[in-house]
């Protein structure tokens, strides 16, 4: 089992920052891909940033990708998303989710691991 427990959430305003943290617990997470996913109120999950455990490697969706940066803290078991230039189209529930692959993919349902979600609520 892998645990995960994610943090950082809250309220700001368009423009604005906000930093994700995901922990993970329970074994080794080496070789595993960390992913995070989004649900906007009323919308299916989307897929937002991955990154490999073991090289690094990241992935982001069009969306995001030049706002948000993710970053892996290997003493901590640590997965950052650091979010910046916030739009209130960015206002959802973040999940973090692992899964052991060699390579990210974006589907939400190959990951197997979930986090709880914390919510994030980006005012105009």
């Known amino acids: 089992q892998v645990q995960r427990v994610e943090s950082g959430g809250g309220l700001v305003q368009a423009g604005g920052s906000l930093r994700l943290s995901c922990a993970a617990s329970?074994?080794?997470?080496?070789?595993?891909?960390m992913g995070w996913f989004r649900r906007p109120p009323g919308q299916e999950s989307e897929f937002v940033a991955a990154?490999?455990?073991?090289?690094?490697?990241?992935s982001f969706a069009d969306s995001v990708k030049g706002r948000f940066t993710l970053s892996r803290d290997k003493t901590k078991n640590t997965v950052v998303l650091q979010m910046n230039s916030l739009k209130t189209e960015d206002t959802a529930v973040y999940f973090c989710?692992?899964?052991?692959?060699?390579?990210?993919?974006?589907?939400?349902?190959?990951?197997?691991?979930w986090g709880q979600g914390t919510q994030v609520t980006v005012s105009s």
């Open positions: 989710a692992a899964e052991k692959m060699v390579i990210i993919r974006r589907s939400p349902n190959v990951y197997g691991y």
């Open positions: 990154i490999t455990w073991s090289g690094g490697d990241t």
């Open positions: 329970g074994r080794t997470i080496s070789g595993y891909v």
